[in-house]
T-cell receptor, first 115, second 113 residues
């Protein structure tokens, strides 16, 4: 069973379109994250949700809107896609936002290409 | 947030021990040191975590000196399958009670036959 899953794995779209990436974790974790890994492989946190509540928002354009319908899901919706949004997006989860020893479990990533 | 510095890349022959050192001069008292491994086209995977001295698990060892301003990930007898990017992270609870860690660019380890 996949612990953290993301769909789709690949996403190719035109500039200006709106797209969503879905993430689900079956680990029973309370906290979920979205990361962006650009072409230089720099992995940057974008958002974090704890029990459906936004707790980290890292200066991300408001074209990016995370949505957490329940604590097992954290979806990422992107409006008006730009060329610079091309990257690999990783979803992750951890047990508890307050426990700094918690391991983050990552999904397989979604490679977004904006043409 | 404590900034980390690690070599961009390293090469090693199969069967050798590999040591990757990470500098984190402004590590805070509550910060833990965590290492992740990322294979191409996959998400990062937890390897090991420590606070001070030495930690060992079935995959690696982590050495942390008394001043905690650096740490060394040690991979015993590497194989080709250990070729990956290794990230050193320093983080802990902050105001608001949430964990926030930052991934740097990592160290790309290439294991050579």
């Amino acid at each position: 069973d996949t612990a953290v899953s993301q769909t789709p794995k690949y996403l190719v779209t035109q500039m200006g379109n709106d797209k969503s990436i879905k993430c689900e974790q079956n680990l029973g974790h309370d906290t979920m994250y979205w990361y962006k890994q650009d072409s230089k492989k720099f992995l940057k946190i974008m958002f974090s949700y704890n029990n459906k509540e936004l707790i980290i928002n890292e200066t991300v354009p408001n074209r990016f809107s995370p949505k957490s319908p329940d604590k097992a899901h954290l979806n990422l919706h992107i409006n008006s896609l730009e060329l610079g949004d091309s990257a690999v997006y990783f979803c992750a989860s951890s047990q508890d936002k307050n426990r700094h020893t918690d391991t983050q479990y990552f999904g397989p990533g979604t490679r977004l290409t904006v043409l | 947030l404590a900034k980390t510095t690690q070599p961009i890349s390293m090469d090693s022959y199969e069967g050798q021990e590999v040591n990757i050192t990470c500098s984190h001069n402004n590590i805070a008292t509550n910060d833990y040191i965590t290492w992740y491994q990322q294979f191409p086209s996959q998400g990062p995977r937890f390897i090991i975590q420590g606070y001070k001295t030495k930690v060992t698990n079935e995959v690696a060892s982590l050495f942390i000196p008394a001043d905690r301003k650096s740490s060394t990930l040690s991979l015993p007898r590497v194989s080709l399958s250990d070729t990956a990017v290794y990230y050193c992270l320093v983080g802990g609870p902050y105001s608001g009670g949430y964990q926030k860690v930052t991934f740097g660019i990592g160290t790309k380890l290439q294991v050579i036959p």
